[in-house]
């Protein structure tokens, strides 16, 4: 079987005058933008942990991420949604076989105008907002009236379909074989989802909970019309009782050997949990943080 190792090693000049060159491994992770933050956050942390590693990370989605994966050219792929059986075929034809570390959980939010009066919402309501043949166009459909939105339009905020989070949507609120309507305005990453709804009172999105911001309303969210109504939050995810709550994921191309091994184990580690938590995810298991 055909193995594609792409941990390179660069060469950095010694800060000492004596020319020597020191080796400082270089781990390649790209993926999706839910987790770029705390992808950030933990190469930057673990940079002072072990300086002889130098973490690149980028994002650009899940599927991106998966893809780069699978032809070699990233040592870890982030993604919030779970590989689908088409990648992971790829993966095997190309002598790779990907292994999946659940490194985190979230809360997928629903944002909304920081003015809108909404304080709760169904998974049935949100399918007649954002899905294909779903009736709910106007927030007064919903028993709403919006401040600062005299259309009564529901301008619905989404992402591209290259994101994790758009599929996990997809499947965990539309359901299996649904897809989304038309008319949407899909945007490349998170924070612009947020952005948008944060300056359109018509509007709603949905994203990860650590993108929330102040001028941000998130409703809580009720499986049914008997269900309790579940806010976003760590506590909720961890538990499972949020309705959307989704693991966060990172692939690597087989076993991860040296440097992609110590650093998962560090991810995985109560110190890698510790930043996960503080950046608004929920970790894997329950941490004591200093």
């Known amino acids: ?11 950095i000049l010694a800060c000492g005058g004596d ?32 300086p002889n590693v130098a973490v690149a990370v980028t994002g650009g989605g899940s599927g991106t991420g998966i893809s780069a994966m699978i032809n070699g050219t990233v040592d870890i792929a982030n993604s919030s949604r779970a590989m689908r059986d088409s990648e992971i075929e790829a993966a095997r034809a190309n002598g790779i076989e990907p292994i999946e570390f659940v490194v985190g959980h979230d809360a997928l939010a629903i944002f909304m ?34 401040p600062g939105c005299p259309s009564d ?18 499947e965990a609120v539309l359901g299996a074989g649904n897809d989304f309507k038309l008319g949407s305005y899909d945007m490349h990453g998170s924070k612009d989802v947020v952005d948008l709804v944060e300056n359109t009172p018509c509007a709603i999105g949905y994203s990860g909970l650590a993108y929330a911001t102040e001028h941000i309303h998130m409703p ?47 991810i995985l580690s109560d110190a890698g949990q510790c930043v996960i938590q503080q950046r608004g995810y929920a970790p894997v298991r329950e941490v004591t943080c200093t």
């Open 1 to 11: 079987m055909k193995r594609i190792i792409s941990l390179t090693t660069v060469a």
């Open 19 to 50: 020319g020597d060159r020191a080796q400082r491994a270089l781990i390649q992770n790209k993926g999706s933008d839910t987790l770029l933050n705390v992808a950030q956050a933990w190469a930057e942390t673990y940079g002072a942990v072990n």
């Open 113 to 146: 105008h920081e003015d809108n009066p909404m304080s709760g919402i169904t998974m049935d309501q949100l399918r007649g907002i954002f899905g294909e043949g779903g009736g709910l166009e106007r927030w007064s459909d919903l028993g709403a009236s919006v």
């Open 153 to 170: 339009e529901i301008i619905r905020v989404s992402r591209q379909n290259n994101s994790g989070t758009y599929i996990y949507f997809r």
């Open 220 to 266: 809580c969210v009720a499986a049914d019309d008997v269900s309790a109504c579940v806010g976003p939050a760590v506590q909720t995810a961890i538990e499972g009782s949020y309705p959307i709550s989704r693991p966060l994921l990172m692939y690597t191309a087989g076993q991860p050997i040296g440097a992609i091994r110590d650093y998962m184990d560090w």
